[in-house]
């Protein structure tokens, strides 16, 4: 099971945390600076994973943004690199050519296309055109809702 | 006309004017908010942290008063502001109630925003858990998938136990939903409701059940997921979904899944370069592992379709890498053929010369959890996994050295020791210890020589440093102790280079370890050291170099001055260099070092530690009065044996579990004084009492008999018995440090003081000063071999309160406390206690008294011992 999952840039700048454990927002805090710290410093030829604490780290780098994932001693950590990646395609399907900039300004909208690919830190849907099928669905529910465009006065803006 | 009709309505347009007069009031009462993305341009537009902290406390601030106002028209979009503020590490947990009011909200955006908010800013711990638990009972029962979809997910993320518990019957319902978007997402939230509350997993078996007969992937890989959970967690569910899964048996039906994903055709939306849905490969290669663990019929049932994923996965990519690793695994932890196995181990080859960092890293993390089922298969690849040890790489060095470790046999054990102590001295420090307690370990176990097994350690400790457990300091020294005497010759003066090498390069600090085992080896067998005799001793090191050089007497001490008068050595190094610069006052034999070991041990008298002071004092006592007595008593110690004495516990496992048997009694109560007592903290001063209860035995010197017997040391002692009785108003459990009677072996206590002349008149002392308040203590002698002591406390300028004056005494003597005068001594006071001393054996009393009290509200907490009282007290 994952743990939780932090997308950060290369200056350590966090830009995203989904977090499947329960810690104080204290804890949550530290943990995220240390591992930033950790694996900022990791050189790029070394191993994707990172044994800290009691969790398996596994990130990947993609453009300037760090995917990086806590997962439990039992999971497969190959298989979390494939995870992140399918990620990362959605990331790119929704946004077309995803850049960090997209996830800084639609931060809520990646949050949701994570929601719908796991769920209480396990992978939910393995089909990419079910998660943005439902993407895509919701999206329109919430267009209907404001007859004025989502992006106008109503909406986040 | 329409305008005109209307124009005749004075109602409707009144209406209509006051409606758009209201709004544009309401527009300029309060303004529409920053927009979200315009409040995320503003942030990256700050140039300085100060900047961006000034924009978000504004818009905080800001924030903040819409939720006063309970603003709902703008509350989503403040929320989201909010959410993105958290991000950057600000405090948002005032945005915790408004997600909630954001949820009960009949808007699909609102509820999408509030739950997203809910997630991020509530954590289990938050009362509103309770509110939360409404809202999502309410839209788990949503018409809208969508609404059940968002109260799941939340569910699944910060479900707590109360929630789990609350909800579980709803997300059960949605289990058995005919709508796979629902069923999966219902599938994971049982999963982790049986996460935190295992209790509930029976209620979710029979919707379970169904799952793996579903065609959605999503269906599947949720309920995989979910059977694999209840099958780690309860023997009792695995053992029930083997023999009944729906319509078929499970591991026929997993097999089915995984074959028909394998030989289907390619499908677009499963695809992952060309391999079908690994995502639900590997879940269910792992159910099949727990299903196939310690059960030869569900393995028998499964090998054929774990040979052909291993033969027919496609290993250029990741993806199939990441299949045969799930494989491997399991094809290791069933009852599979050998076949197989040998496919498996090959694989795992293969994997630790692939060029991928990643996938080394795992391979050599499966040959760590293979290797007990195949030791002979994993050696194979042990020059490789060595390599790994120079890895730059933490990780792939971590498992490298756990494996290497593994690995180690009677066979190889000198290669890999050379590398794995080469590795030791290059780890980062966090290695360090793990590493050198392993090797400790595997040259006990499977050492070849008795000088291997001592050289191996001496390189540990060189080369450790202070990262060396502390019971390898007494193991080590245990193994010196039980050598052959050329061996422990050959120790003192291998130790000896160390030591020098380390006092003169000024590394002494970080490699305390070896220098307590150095000093307790060089004080024992330093006449070996320094004598010619010892030359025939080869001390050619594996590199074939004799580095040694026989040091003189004086050239020893003086390093050990450079040491005992290093600031930095920890107090127990210094307290084993102590003992041992003691012991070699008899191991050298010239006066002129005598006289200067004679000289530091005085210095010590006066240190500002007192453990360290009293060693210096007792020790300096053995170079006058008692001066015959120091051979005797600083004689070598008998060698220790390792076998630990059934009845002790693990913290005594320690230099005092290796005497011979023959010394049992005395040495039994001397044990147990010292494990009452909390003041020593070291093997050096707890191996002191052993040995001179063995020297007992063998010399039989009168001197030292009298001397234990005034001890209370005598066999008719119960061995258990607490060393002081203490005592005081309240009658509080014995809580003193009992080292009262060790304490006398090295000072000698009433006998030797001068008698006090007045025969029957008051003896009085101040026994305690300090910052004007003073505790004296007067003794005059009673009826029957009993005295009556009186404790007077005064004080000149503070008041003090909760005045407690605590005593304890020897065991043999009797100590009845009368109540004190007060316990409130204000200045120019005097609070006065009487105690009643009975000493029927007329054992030179001492008396250990605590005196704790506040002042201004500050507790202070003295003790002392007095140990001079007149000779002629009891007679």
């Given at each position: 099971?994952?743990?939780?999952?932090?997308?950060?840039?290369?200056?350590?700048?966090?830009?995203?945390?989904?977090?499947?454990?329960?810690?104080?927002?204290?804890?949550?805090?530290?943990?995220?600076?240390?591992?930033?710290?950790?694996?900022?410093?990791?050189?790029?030829?070394?191993?994707?994973?990172?044994?800290?604490?009691?969790?398996?780290?596994?990130?990947?780098?993609?453009?300037?943004?760090?995917?990086?994932?806590?997962?439990?001693?039992?999971?497969?950590?190959l298989l979390t690199l494939e995870l992140i990646h399918r990620y990362v395609e959605l990331l790119d399907k929704y946004f077309g050519s995803v850049c960090e900039l997209d996830i800084i300004f639609n931060f809520e909208k990646a949050y949701f296309i994570l929601d719908e690919l796991v769920l209480g830190g396990e992978l939910q849907e393995t089909s990419k055109k079910n998660v943005l099928k439902a993407i895509a669905a919701q999206d329109l529910l919430q267009e209907e809702e404001t007859p004025q465009g989502f992006f106008e006065d109503h909406g986040l803006g | 006309m329409n305008g005109s009709e209307s124009g005749f309505n004075p109602a409707f347009n009144i209406a209509t004017i006051k409606q758009?007069?209201?709004?544009?009031?309401?527009?300029?009462?309060?303004?529409?908010?920053?927009?979200?993305?315009?409040?995320?341009?503003?942030?990256?537009?700050?140039?300085?942290?100060?900047?961006?902290?000034?924009?978000?406390?504004?818009?905080?601030?800001?924030?903040?008063?819409?939720?006063?106002?309970?603003?709902?028209?703008?509350?989503?979009?403040?929320?989201?502001?909010?959410l993105y503020i958290h991000m950057l590490g600000y405090p948002a947990h005032f945005g915790q109630l408004e997600?909630?009011?954001?949820?009960?909200?009949?808007?699909?955006?609102?509820?999408?925003?509030?739950?997203?908010?809910?997630?991020?800013?509530?954590?289990?711990?938050?009362?509103?858990?309770?509110?939360?638990?409404?809202?999502?009972?309410?839209?788990?029962?949503?018409?809208?998938?969508?609404?059940?979809?968002?109260?799941?997910?939340?569910?699944?993320?910060?479900?707590?136990?109360?929630?789990?518990?609350?909800?579980?019957?709803?997300?059960?319902?949605?289990?058995?939903?005919?709508?796979?978007?629902?069923k999966k997402k219902a599938a994971l939230c049982a999963f982790r409701i049986i996460r935190r509350v295992p209790d509930l997993m029976e209620m979710f078996l029979p919707a379970t059940r169904s799952l793996l007969t579903e065609k959605n992937h999503g269906v599947l890989i949720t309920g995989v997921t979910l059977i694999t959970e209840m099958c780690e967690n309860s023997p009792d569910t695995l053992n029930h979904f083997k023999k009944e899964s729906g319509q078929r048996e499970i591991v026929p039906n997993l097999v089915r899944i995984l074959k028909n994903l394998i030989l289907a055709g390619y499908s677009p939306e499963h695809d992952v370069s060309g391999v079908s849905d690994p995502f639900l490969q590997v879940k269910i290669l792992r159910l099949l592992r727990i299903l196939g663990k310690n059960d030869a019929e569900a393995s028998e049932a499964m090998n054929d379709i774990l040979a052909q994923v291993a033969t027919n996965t496609e290993t250029s990519k990741n993806v199939g890498n990441t299949i045969l690793y799930e494989t491997v695994l399991s094809i290791m932890d069933i009852k599979s053929e050998s076949s197989l196995r040998v496919l498996a181990v090959n694989i795992l080859g293969r994997f630790l010369l692939n060029n991928d960092k990643n996938i080394r890293y795992v391979a050599l993390n499966t040959l760590l959890r293979t290797v007990h089922v195949d030791t002979s298969a994993v050696q194979r690849h042990r020059t490789t996994i060595l390599e790994c040890l120079k890895d730059p790489d933490i990780s792939i060095r971590r498992r490298a050295m756990e494996l290497s470790f593994a690995l180690v046999n009677g066979q190889n054990i000198r290669g890999m020791m050379k590398e794995l102590l080469a590795f030791l001295e290059r780890s980062d420090a966090e290695f360090k210890a793990h590493c050198s307690s392993a090797v400790v370990l595997a040259a006990e176990r499977y050492a070849p020589s008795d000088k291997w097994h001592l050289d191996t350690l001496f390189k540990v400790l060189l080369k450790a440093g202070n990262y060396l457990r502390d019971d390898t300091v007494s193991s080590t020294i245990q193994i010196i102790s039980s050598a052959a005497t050329e061996r422990q010759a050959y120790g003192a003066m291998r130790l000896w280079t160390s030591l020098e090498q380390s006092a003169v390069s000024g590394l002494a600090t970080e490699k305390q370890?070896?220098?307590?085992?150095?000093?307790?080896?060089?004080?024992?067998?330093?006449?070996?050291?320094?004598?010619?005799?010892?030359?025939?001793?080869?001390?050619?090191?594996?590199?074939?170099?004799?580095?040694?050089?026989?040091?003189?007497?004086?050239?020893?001490?003086?390093?050990?001055?450079?040491?005992?008068?290093?600031?930095?050595?920890?107090?127990?190094?210094?307290?084993?260099?102590?003992?041992?610069?003691?012991?070699l006052s008899t191991r050298f034999t010239t006066q002129a070092s005598q006289e200067k070991i004679r000289v530091i041990i005085d210095t010590f008298g006066s240190h500002i530690h007192i453990e360290l002071q009293q060693r210096g004092v007792e020790l300096s006592q053995l170079f006058r009065q008692y001066g015959h007595l120091r051979p005797a008593l600083l004689e070598r110690m008998p060698a220790m044996e390792p076998v630990a004495a059934p009845h002790r516990d693990e913290q005594e496992l320690d230099l005092s579990d290796t005497s011979p048997d023959h010394t049992k009694p005395d040495q039994d109560a001397l044990l147990d004084l010292i494990n009452g007592s909390d003041s020593l903290t070291n093997g050096d001063v707890e191996h002191q009492p052993e040995q001179i209860a063995t020297t007992n035995n063998n010399t039989s010197s009168n001197d030292i008999l009298d001397l234990l017997s005034g001890l209370d040391l005598t066999p008719s002692v119960p061995a258990a018995a607490p060393a002081v009785l203490l005592a005081n108003n309240n009658v509080e459990p014995s809580a003193a440090p009992a080292a009262l009677l060790l304490d006398g072996l090295f000072a000698p206590p009433a006998p030797h003081q001068p008698p006090h002349p007045a025969d029957g008149a008051e003896w009085e002392r101040a026994v305690l000063e300090r910052g004007g308040v003073r505790v004296c203590v007067s003794a005059r002698r009673a009826a029957g071999a009993a005295a009556t002591l009186t404790a007077r406390a005064t004080s000149q300028l503070h008041t003090l309160t909760d005045f407690l004056f605590q005593a304890a005494v020897p065991k043999k003597i009797q100590l009845d406390m009368m109540s004190p005068s007060g316990t409130t001594l204000s200045p120019q006071g005097e609070i006065t206690q009487v105690l009643k001393v009975t000493n029927p054996t007329k054992t030179p009393l001492r008396l250990r008294i605590r005196v704790s009290y506040n002042i201004d509200g500050t507790p202070v907490l003295e003790q002392t011992e007095i140990n001079n009282f007149p000779a002629d007290l009891f007679n």
């Open positions: 099971m994952m743990q939780f999952m932090l997308l950060f840039s290369r200056q350590g700048k966090l830009r995203l945390q989904k977090w499947y454990v329960a810690h104080p927002d204290k804890l949550k805090k530290k943990i995220t600076r240390e591992l930033i710290t950790t694996v900022l410093a990791r050189k790029p030829k070394m191993c994707s994973f990172l044994e800290w604490k009691d969790v398996k780290v596994v990130y990947k780098r993609y453009a300037s943004l760090y995917f990086c994932c806590a997962m439990e001693q039992e999971d497969n950590e | 758009v007069v209201n709004e544009a009031i309401e527009r300029v009462r309060m303004p529409t908010p920053t927009r979200l993305r315009d409040l995320i341009r503003q942030i990256r537009a700050a140039r300085t942290a100060a900047e961006e902290r000034s924009v978000v406390n504004k818009e905080c601030a800001y924030i903040r008063s819409t939720f006063r106002e309970e603003d709902s028209v703008w509350r989503c979009r403040n929320i989201a502001k909010l997600c909630l009011k954001l949820i009960a909200s009949p808007r699909f955006t609102d509820k999408r925003v509030g739950y997203l908010g809910a997630m991020l800013l509530l954590d289990e711990r938050q009362d509103v858990h309770l509110l939360i638990t409404n809202c999502l009972k309410n839209d788990l029962n949503s018409n809208t998938q969508f609404v059940v979809g968002l109260a799941l997910c939340t569910l699944g993320a910060i479900a707590s136990p109360e929630m789990a518990r609350d909800l579980a019957s709803e997300v059960e319902r949605l289990i058995k939903s005919p709508n796979a978007y629902i370890p070896l220098i307590q085992v150095a000093a307790w080896t060089i004080g024992e067998y330093g006449d070996l050291l320094v004598s010619e005799a010892s030359s025939a001793i080869s001390m050619v090191d594996e590199d074939g170099v004799d580095d040694f050089v026989r040091p003189t007497e004086e050239y020893v001490i003086d390093i050990y001055q450079k040491l005992l008068w290093s600031t930095q050595l920890s107090i127990s190094t210094k307290e084993f260099l102590l003992l041992s610069l003691a012991k």
